[in-house]
């Protein structure tokens, strides 16, 4: 048997090729004589070819694709707070741009050393910051000089007047200080205001002379200026007094200008009389005018030439200093030293044009009498009656005027002559006063009703407005002209308790006595 060198096969002895691998197998040659040298050519063989072998099947190796990591970067705080600050600096008029500045400029230089995000909202912050400082200190710069321009035309002023000897004092009275931190004295009847200052509160005494009894007290505030126009004009504008009107004003009379207009605002809490606090609510009363700076014989003198809004009446306060200088001997007249007395009595009846048969009261010497001649005259039979007034009491103004109160019921009485402007003989139309005091009265958010009726006064031929206010209060007033044609004002303040103080005034008041 023939074995293949290659695998190893078994095969035929005669056999020339392995059957297995195909590789060739040695032959077995017999010996032969040996013949004369030839070249001897070597045997072919087949090139062997390797086994075949079936590969190995391997998986392939799968790799898992690796994402690349991003590298954040973080923001930085104070980038953000610049931004924010001098985003809101926009809307606040500047007011947080410096700090947005300083923020976002610090933000800016950290986050470039810290390598950290927010670079654009520093630049942003310190761009909106820089323009608003811009904004606001030209804003600044033009009002200075503004306000530069106008103290140094002010200065030049004074100087001026200084040269000319027509320095005005008005100009340099801080006129709500003046008044509050002063004591003042109504013109007519003496009663006394007194504030005090610390506690912002005042106390108005019947009279000067007698401070222990017999007033009101509460609370007040005090404007001037422009401050004061606006308050009369827009905080009070149901009182009535318009813009326009308030310009018009200052403007027909030369010493009033819109610096020396003021109002004080009276808040009443109580009312004492005779030691005792009346049973009444709080009310208050606003009065409005101008602080004036009279000369006389070269002597300056401060008064209050006011109005009082809700009773549409003047009063004139002294400064308590110059009251008697200013008024003289007519400060010592004080509780009516020239009231009348009662020998003069005239029985003769009054000649009128009234329709109603008019009877003269009469009363005994013992009966109490307020008035003049010139007022007309009531005889006080009910309660104890006092001198009084309501910061009613402008002698200038009125041709005559006197008014008491009732210790016991609160309700006052007012006797006036209106001055001459309003005689009858100046074409003055009665009825047109009287509707338009009407028309105001129901235009007030505190009166209830009110209206008029004609009567007889006196025996005088006259118009009655009759109004109720919601605390209760009723206020009579009686227009008519006497034989003089001049126009009075007669009214009395009361409630309805007390109908008598109302019918004493409506029967007993007379223009003789």
Request: net charge negative; hydrophobic share 35%; aromatic share 12%.
């Given at each position: 048997m023939a074995i293949c060198p290659n695998c190893g096969a078994n095969n035929n002895d005669n056999a020339k090729f392995c059957s297995s691998c195909g590789g060739a197998l040695p032959v077995s040659a017999?010996?032969?004589?040996?013949?004369?040298?030839q070249p001897v050519q070597?045997?072919?063989?087949?090139?062997?070819?390797?086994?075949?072998?079936?590969?190995?099947?391997?998986?392939?190796?799968?790799?898992?694709?690796?994402?690349?990591?991003?590298?954040?970067?973080?923001?930085?705080?104070?980038?953000?707070?610049?931004?924010?600050?001098?985003?809101?600096?926009?809307?606040?008029?500047?007011?947080?741009?410096?700090f947005g500045l300083i923020f976002s400029v610090i933000g800016l230089i950290v986050s470039g050393k810290k390598k950290e995000g927010g670079k654009g909202k520093a630049i942003a912050g310190i761009i909106m910051s820089v323009i608003m400082i811009i904004l606001v200190i030209s804003v600044y710069v033009i009002s200075f000089s503004s306000s530069l321009s106008n103290y140094i035309d002010k200065a030049e002023a004074v100087a001026e007047s200084v040269r000319?000897?027509?320095?005005?004092?008005?100009?340099?009275?801080d006129y709500v200080k003046m008044i509050e931190k002063n004591n003042w004295i109504t013109m007519g009847d003496n009663s006394y205001m007194v504030f005090d200052k610390k506690n912002k509160s005042f106390t108005y005494y019947q009279s000067y002379l007698d401070t222990s009894d017999n007033y009101y007290s509460g609370t007040y505030h005090i404007y001037a200026g422009q401050d004061a126009f606006d308050y009369i004009t827009e905080d009070l504008d149901e009182l009535g007094v318009e813009k326009d009107e308030l310009r018009q004003m200052i403007n027909m009379n030369e010493e009033y200008e819109m610096d020396n207009l003021i109002c004080i605002c009276l808040d009443y809490d109580e009312l004492i009389v005779d030691g005792e606090r009346q049973d009444r609510e709080p009310w208050t009363i606003h009065y409005y005018?101008?602080?004036?700076?009279?000369?006389?014989?070269?002597?300056?003198?401060?008064v209050l030439d006011v109005a009082n809004m809700e009773a549409m009446s003047y009063v004139t306060f002294v400064l308590e200093k110059d009251f008697k200088d200013y008024f003289g001997s007519s400060a010592n007249s004080a509780y009516g030293t020239d009231s009348v007395t009662t020998s003069d009595h005239i029985t003769d009846p009054v000649t009128t044009s009234a329709t109603d048969t008019y009877i003269e009261p009469t009363y005994d010497g013992d009966t109490e009498v307020m008035g003049d001649s010139t007022t007309g005259y009531v005889f006080l039979t009910?309660?104890?009656?006092?001198?009084?007034?309501?910061?009613?009491?402008?002698?200038d103004y009125y041709l005559a005027r006197e008014q008491r109160i009732n210790r016991d019921t609160s309700a006052i009485i007012n006797l006036t002559v209106m001055p001459q402007v309003y005689n009858k003989g100046e074409g003055v139309d009665i009825s047109l006063i009287v509707e338009s005091s009407v028309q105001s009265l129901q235009d007030s958010d505190d009166?209830?009703?009110?209206?008029?009726?004609?009567?007889?006064?006196?025996?005088?031929?006259?118009?009655?407005?009759?109004?109720?206010?919601?605390?209760?209060?009723?206020?009579?007033?009686?227009?008519?002209?006497?034989?003089?044609?001049?126009?009075?004002?007669?009214?009395?303040?009361?409630y309805s308790s007390d109908i008598a103080s109302y019918n004493m005034v409506k029967d007993t008041f007379t223009m003789y006595h």
């Amino acid at each position: 048997m023939a074995i293949c060198p290659n695998c190893g096969a078994n095969n035929n002895d005669n056999a020339k090729f392995c059957s297995s691998c195909g590789g060739a197998l040695p032959v077995s040659a017999p010996v032969q004589p040996q013949p004369q040298a030839q070249p001897v050519q070597p045997a072919y063989q087949q090139p062997v070819q390797p086994a075949y072998q079936q590969p190995v099947y391997q998986a392939p190796v799968i790799q898992q694709q690796v994402q690349p990591v991003k590298n954040t970067v973080k923001n930085n705080g104070m980038c953000t707070a610049g931004f924010v600050l001098s985003l809101i600096g926009i809307f606040t008029v500047g007011l947080t741009s410096i700090f947005g500045l300083i923020f976002s400029v610090i933000g800016l230089i950290v986050s470039g050393k810290k390598k950290e995000g927010g670079k654009g909202k520093a630049i942003a912050g310190i761009i909106m910051s820089v323009i608003m400082i811009i904004l606001v200190i030209s804003v600044y710069v033009i009002s200075f000089s503004s306000s530069l321009s106008n103290y140094i035309d002010k200065a030049e002023a004074v100087a001026e007047s200084v040269r000319s000897g027509s320095v005005d004092d008005d100009k340099d009275i801080d006129y709500v200080k003046m008044i509050e931190k002063n004591n003042w004295i109504t013109m007519g009847d003496n009663s006394y205001m007194v504030f005090d200052k610390k506690n912002k509160s005042f106390t108005y005494y019947q009279s000067y002379l007698d401070t222990s009894d017999n007033y009101y007290s509460g609370t007040y505030h005090i404007y001037a200026g422009q401050d004061a126009f606006d308050y009369i004009t827009e905080d009070l504008d149901e009182l009535g007094v318009e813009k326009d009107e308030l310009r018009q004003m200052i403007n027909m009379n030369e010493e009033y200008e819109m610096d020396n207009l003021i109002c004080i605002c009276l808040d009443y809490d109580e009312l004492i009389v005779d030691g005792e606090r009346q049973d009444r609510e709080p009310w208050t009363i606003h009065y409005y005018g101008f602080y004036l700076t009279p000369e006389e014989d070269g002597e300056t003198y401060n008064v209050l030439d006011v109005a009082n809004m809700e009773a549409m009446s003047y009063v004139t306060f002294v400064l308590e200093k110059d009251f008697k200088d200013y008024f003289g001997s007519s400060a010592n007249s004080a509780y009516g030293t020239d009231s009348v007395t009662t020998s003069d009595h005239i029985t003769d009846p009054v000649t009128t044009s009234a329709t109603d048969t008019y009877i003269e009261p009469t009363y005994d010497g013992d009966t109490e009498v307020m008035g003049d001649s010139t007022t007309g005259y009531v005889f006080l039979t009910e309660g104890t009656w006092d001198y009084w007034t309501e910061a009613d009491g402008m002698g200038d103004y009125y041709l005559a005027r006197e008014q008491r109160i009732n210790r016991d019921t609160s309700a006052i009485i007012n006797l006036t002559v209106m001055p001459q402007v309003y005689n009858k003989g100046e074409g003055v139309d009665i009825s047109l006063i009287v509707e338009s005091s009407v028309q105001s009265l129901q235009d007030s958010d505190d009166v209830t009703n009110a209206y008029y009726t004609k009567t007889t006064l006196g025996g005088f031929e006259a118009y009655e407005i009759y109004s109720q206010y919601k605390d209760g209060m009723i206020l009579s007033v009686w227009y008519f002209y006497d034989n003089e044609d001049r126009l009075h004002y007669v009214s009395v303040e009361y409630y309805s308790s007390d109908i008598a103080s109302y019918n004493m005034v409506k029967d007993t008041f007379t223009m003789y006595h």
